[in-house]
């Protein structure tokens, strides 16, 4: 039953400023909802960033130049494989103005990142990563958290998925290894995101930002490997996030 315990996003924004921050940077995130709030009473809202801007990126406590060369290059991919309209760009370290803000090292609790322009919230970091090159996760790892940071949400989390998931076992293991509360687990595990036809594309099992699925937390035993590149949907989803006109 064991299996590493998977990065995570951040939830730490209001709902509300989390909306208006999300439609002030990109009028595009109010989506076609009904009224922008659904049946739990969520609003509904994207969080991408304007297409054809550039994001600053910044590392907090200058970390060593290959870690931040490693992280930075495997971000790129983002736009380099998909031709997307938005450019990534290293900034000086510390620079509180850099849209994402990234908290390295070891000691670090979490892998995580504020989804796209959740960022805005605040001046401190808005991604954290504990790993290192090398290491069996790192490129999936900073893969994913940047999907997250370019507005992502988790694949296994559409409204399509249909996954078998052992629920009491899934959050029971949780809570014992990783100390994640049952919300935690619904929230990163199971409460699908809605569909607010902001942009769509097929659920996609090899995506980037899709769990992987060990066998033990299904009621089937059916899986879904650990994936480690940008998918084809991906990098389809990336450009219709952000067109070029
Ligand atoms: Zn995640």
């Known amino acids: ?15 509300q400023l989390s909306h208006d921050l999300a439609v002030t940077e990109n009028p595009r995130n109010r989506g076609q909802s009904n009224g922008g709030r659904n049946k739990r009473g969520l609003i509904q809202t994207g969080r991408l960033w304007t297409p054809g801007r550039t994001l600053w990126v910044s590392f907090l406590g200058t970390p060593d130049r290959k870690l931040k060369m490693s992280i930075f290059e495997l971000a790129c991919q983002w736009v380099d494989l998909s031709d997307a309209n938005l450019t990534l760009d290293l900034s000086e370290d510390d620079d509180k103005h850099a849209q994402i803000r990234i908290l390295t090292g070891k000691h670090l609790p979490h892998n995580e990142s ?5 960022a805005l919230a605040y001046e401190d970091d808005t991604m954290s990563l504990n790993l290192i090159p090398g290491d069996e996760t790192f490129e999936s790892t900073v893969l994913h958290e940047f999907g997250h940071a370019l507005g992502f949400e988790h694949e296994h989390l559409h409204p399509d998925a249909s996954i078998p998931w052992n629920e009491p076992l899934l959050i029971e293991a949780h809570k014992r290894a990783a100390g994640w509360s049952e919300q935690d687990v619904r929230e990163q595990y199971l409460d699908k995101r809605p569909d607010n036809e902001l942009i769509k594309t097929q659920y996609d099992p090899l995506s980037i930002m899709h769990y992987p699925v060990p066998a033990w937390m299904t009621l089937d035993n059916s899986e879904v490997g650990q994936n480690t590149e940008l998918s084809a949907k991906d990098i389809e989803l990336m450009r219709l996030a952000y067109p070029h006109d």
């Open 1 to 15: 039953m064991h299996t590493p315990f998977p990065p995570r996003y951040r939830h730490r924004t209001d709902q």
């Open 114 to 118: 504020d989804i796209g322009t959740d």
